[in-house]
Nanobody, 120 residues
């Protein structure tokens, strides 16, 4: 079994910054893609940013130039640095990973989410 734990959410004023770390633990052999998604009230969950095992990144247009995703393969962690936050960034942010377990099964895992609230 694999568990993902996010942290770092909270309340911040518009223009401020937050960093969201996510750590994976359990029966991990390898982690392929890692990503951050978000879901605002009344909206569908959407991709914010992703990073492959070779560090190729992809960002939603709404966050390009403001958010940066990074990973530490040795520690099985992925971070989302969020700068110049806007009220429309308010959402629950979820960590997501494509994991190869020690039993060589490929599964996709989600964290429980962390709330980010940006006040105007």
């Amino acid at each position: 079994q694999v568990q993902l734990v996010e942290s770092g959410g909270g309340l911040v004023q518009a223009g401020g910054s937050l960093r969201l770390p996510c750590s994976a633990s359990g029966s991990i052999f390898k982690i392929n893609s890692m990503g951050w998604y978000r879901q605002a009230p009344g909206k569908q969950r959407e991709l914010v940013a992703s990073i492959t095992s070779s560090a190729t990144t992809n960002y939603a247009d709404a966050v390009k130039g403001r958010f940066t995703i990074s990973r530490d393969n040795a520690k099985n962690t992925v971070d989302l640095q969020m700068n110049s936050l806007k009220p429309e960034d308010t959402a629950v942010y979820y960590c997501n990973m494509d994991v190869i377990t020690t039993g060589y099964y490929a599964n996709n895992y989600w964290g429980k989410g962390t709330l980010v609230t940006v006040s105007s």
